[in-house]
């Protein structure tokens, strides 16, 4: 059996959110930690992670540009999504 790649931490509030979608909130939060450690890969081997289709990775991402305090880009050399501070 293979483990899922989606954090297991039971320490997260799944509440549902608005629209009764506590998988959304798994997503968002998985995305944060895999940003966070710089194991995004690229926005293909994200989908997998994540479980989602590429252009929902796009659709989650755009959504933390526009909410966030922090820059969210690409990095081509550790092949990840990463967090910087904007300017």
Same mark, same amino acid.
């Given at each position: 059996?293979?483990? $899922? /790649? !989606?954090?297991?931490?039971?320490?997260?509030?799944?509440?549902?959110? +608005?629209? =009764?979608? /506590?998988?959304?909130?798994?997503? +968002?939060?998985? !995305? &944060?930690? !895999?940003?966070?450690?710089?194991?995004? =890969?690229?926005?293909?081997?994200?989908?997998?992670? !994540?479980?989602? +289709?590429?252009?929902?990775? %796009?659709?989650?991402? &755009?959504?933390?540009?526009?909410? $966030?305090?922090?820059?969210? %880009?690409?990095?081509?050399? $550790?092949?990840? %999504?990463?967090? $910087?501070?904007?300017?």
């Amino acid at each position: 059996r293979t483990p $899922s /790649p !989606l954090p297991t931490d039971t320490s997260f509030n799944l509440k549902p959110m +608005h629209h =009764g979608r /506590p998988e959304v909130l798994r997503t +968002h939060q998985a !995305l &944060d930690q !895999l940003i966070e450690k710089r194991k995004t =890969g690229s926005p293909e081997d994200l989908a997998k992670k !994540l479980r989602v +289709h590429k252009r929902t990775v %796009y659709r989650i991402i &755009d959504d933390l540009r526009l909410t $966030s305090e922090l820059n969210v %880009y690409f990095c081509k050399e $550790s092949k990840s %999504y990463i967090f $910087s501070e904007k300017n």
